[in-house]
């Protein structure tokens, strides 16, 4: 089964550096490109990608908002990543809230890029490791003095780790 990927980023540079990584991996295919929110939307509404891999900052509509209109009801099972230089609180809080499935910094190696699709595409949602410890810190910090309750259940065998550069939260 073949993975397909859609990347908005008003970079042309870094659009190509994505959309090469991708093509260049088997079982994944690039179906469509955007350079702003509003044209991801319309990628998102015709191409119908698995995943698509979505910049913070871009002009005419931003990738958070443009998440939002996706996953409400442009294109509602297309999986949105963000990825973004900016490390930012509130990206990481706009983009968890508009939908998205992961949240990825540019510095991520292009294995690990890959490996994040995938998972996102499996219907799992995945974090940066920095954002995954802030968040753990802003949930616990958030609720003193809440009692904790019963773990999750333990695992029936053996779990696979995660990639070495990520997290899955």
Known sequence: MTISVAVADDQALVRAG???????????????EAANGA????????????????DVRMPVLDGIEATRQITASAAPTVRTIILTTFDLDEYVFG????????FLLKDTLPADLMTAIGVV??????LAPSVTRR???????ASPGAAPGPGPAAPQ???APPPSGLARP
Do not use: K, Q
Not at 18 to 32: D, E, L, N, S
Not at 39 to 54: C, F, G, S, Y
């Open 95 to 102: 983009a968890l809230r508009a939908g998205a499935s992961g």
């Open 157 to 159: 065998g053996p779990a």
């Open 39 to 54: 044209e991801a939307i319309e990628v998102a509404r015709t191409a119908r990608p698995d995943v698509m891999l979505m």
């Open 18 to 32: 994505f959309c090469g990584i991708i093509a260049a991996t088997p079982g994944f295919a690039v179906v469509g």
């Open 135 to 141: 968040l753990i810190s802003e949930f616990t910090r």
């Open 121 to 126: 595409a499996a219907g799992d949602a995945l």
